[in-house]
């Protein structure tokens, strides 16, 4: 076995660790662990990790990913939440990987308010993140963190496919236009459920999310913007004049606000773009 593949966890491995450090993964945190180190190095090569690349990785759990990472990339850093999962990690990663553990940091902290990371910036975010938080934490990462170029996560394979959905698709939603803000999106794969301890009950898959190189030309800002994306998509159903009432104070309001953007007062959310919901925003009432 080359040096390589010695450092990646297997099952046993994982397993192993778990009852050194009394681990049960819970799903109150969205706990699967990955067992499998080849499907570790296919989201390192789909994720297009380079040698002088700054990865930040979400959820490390017990570093299956993390491992992987540091193997490929000048530096990583994890984020994790759990108090004894942050605290077994970096010896981990001393034990599997000692020539690399300089080249490793620990943020034990919850990634929702994460709002800066040691050392260099981030250039790449590569996780498996906890399906219960999973586009939130996406978005914040890429608002928070601009120098993140290229992004690979593998989520619920339900959430992937909202979150690469184009307009007119039945799943395109409020985390699809979001994520298309900040990025070009698409799928990247699917993953089996036999790759995970515990094996969970969906289906698992990649996302690819490479940064735009400037966000949609808009005098809007991106938080203007976000709110006519939550009225639109609060009431589905409803056509553009109806749903966006609220937001713009009355359902006349909404109509002229629509009208003066280009788009139909009877065109619904799901049919838009990101840079027709930022020409809506630019045209919001005076309040």
């Known amino acids: 076995m080359s040096p390589g593949q010695d450092a990646l966890l297997g099952p046993g491995d994982i397993r192993d660790l778990a009852t050194a450090l009394g681990v049960r993964p819970t799903k109150q945190r969205g706990q699967n662990f990955v067992i499998d180190a080849n499907t570790v190095r296919r989201i390192i090569r789909t994720a297009d990790v380079r040698p002088d690349d700054v990865v930040v990785e979400v959820g490390p759990?017990?570093?299956?990913?993390?491992?992987?990472?540091?193997?490929?990339?000048?530096?990583?850093?994890?984020?994790?939440?759990?108090?004894?999962?942050?605290?077994?990690?970096?010896?981990?990663?001393?034990?599997?990987?000692?020539?690399?553990?300089?080249?490793?940091?620990?943020?034990?902290?919850?990634?929702?308010?994460?709002?800066?990371?040691?050392?260099?910036?981030?250039?790449?975010?590569?996780?498996?993140?906890?399906?219960?938080?999973?586009?939130?934490?996406?978005?914040?990462?890429?608002?928070?963190?601009?120098?993140?170029?290229?992004?690979?996560?593998?989520?619920?394979?339900?959430?992937?496919?909202?979150?690469?959905?184009?307009?007119?698709?039945k799943v395109y939603g409020v985390p699809s236009v979001k994520a298309n803000w900040y990025a070009e999106v698409k799928r990247a794969g699917a993953i089996g459920r036999n790759v995970f301890w515990p094996a969970p009950n969906v289906d698992s898959g990649l996302v690819s999310l490479v940064r735009r190189a400037e966000p949609p030309a808009t005098k809007a800002r991106r938080e203007q913007v976000f709110a006519v994306v939550d009225a639109a998509f609060a009431q589905r159903r409803k056509t553009l004049r109806a749903a966006l009432s609220g937001w713009a104070g009355s359902a006349a309001a909404a109509e002229a606000a629509l009208v003066a953007a280009g788009i139909s007062p009877q065109a619904r959310g799901e049919s838009l773009t990101v840079e027709e919901f930022a020409a809506i925003a630019e045209h919001a009432p005076a309040r």
Do not use: K
């Open 61 to 169: 759990g017990l570093g299956s990913l993390t491992l992987g990472l540091l193997e490929t990339a000048d530096r990583v850093v994890a984020v994790e939440i759990d108090d004894t999962l942050a605290a077994a990690l970096p010896a981990t990663v001393e034990a599997r990987l000692p020539a690399r553990a300089a080249h490793f940091a620990l943020v034990h902290a919850d990634a929702l308010r994460v709002t800066e990371l040691p050392g260099p910036p981030p250039t790449a975010l590569v996780a498996n993140l906890p399906y219960n938080v999973a586009v939130p934490v996406l978005l914040h990462m890429l608002e928070r963190f601009p120098t993140i170029e290229r992004t690979l996560v593998m989520v619920q394979a339900e959430v992937a496919d909202r979150l690469a959905a184009a307009p007119g698709s």
